[in-house]
């Protein structure tokens, strides 16, 4: 991972985002990291992730130095898991102890990747719900939300909130218009946090009190009422409660129905079942 993050600080944000919609999909299995073959479909052609989830290439290098130190026995979902650790780590975030012992999937659905990772795009109340459904509360969203605070993102996904919302600081929306034209462009890239996309820090929270939420379901935390806005508040001048509370919930997130005992398996290759 440090080799990884010395080459593009970015991946960090990229494995994150990949261990997300792997544990949302089944729980936190290594079902996204699957490839389509002619007989098996996987995640990665799902809407959420198709062109756009990336930092397969190196979970791959990690398992292949990992296979050779001893074989068979770690997960891709576990490498998954402390990837992800280690590359918030790296970008000046918290550290956690990682829960061991998940095992891999044998299977995948498109489907369920398709209908439960939460959109950009989404309200307060589908994010609320989609998060329940995972045992996650309204606290925990706003906290793992805060993972927006590294990172790009792509013109499609913010379009409509630069163009049409009015809950958006006008200097921003028009400094983003620059390079996320009306139409073109889908694949340009802006920074989620719009002061430090490669440090790992609470300024994500001061960009939603500033109308400056890049996605439509970041700004939504800061709309309103609720607990939710209470705590962007306190993790805007509290980074140690925000540094402290997302560990915790990145726990949590990370024991989402793993596969433990017999089930499952420990893949040679985290792209192919045994």
Known sequence: MIKAIRNEARIG???LRLFFHDCFVNGCDASILLDDTSTFVGEKNAGPNK????????????????????????SCA?????ATRD???LLGGPS??????????RTASQSAANSQIPGPSSDLATLT??????????????????????GQAECQFFRNRIYNETNIDRNFATLRKRNCPASGGDTNLAPLDSLTPTRFDNHYYNDLIAKKGLFHSDQVLFNGVGSQVSLVKTYSTNSNAFARDFAAAMVKLSKI????????????NCRLVN
Do not use: Y
Not at 57 to 65: A, G, L, M, P
Not at 96 to 105: I, M
């Open 13 to 15: 944000a990229s494995i």
């Open 51 to 74: 062109n756009s989830a990336r930092g397969f290439e190196v979970i791959d290098t990690i398992k292949t130095k990992v296979e050779a130190a001893c074989k068979s026995k770690v």
């Open 78 to 82: 576990d490498i998954l898991a402390l």
């Open 87 to 89: 590359g918030i780590v």
């Open 96 to 105: 956690w102890t990682v829960p061991l012992g998940r095992r891999d999937a």
């Open 129 to 150: 719900k989609m998060f329940q459904n995972k045992g996650l509360t309204l606290n925990d969203l706003t906290v793992l939300s805060g993972a927006h605070t590294i």
């Open 257 to 268: 129905s793993p596969l433990t005992g017999t089930k499952g398996e420990i893949r040679r």
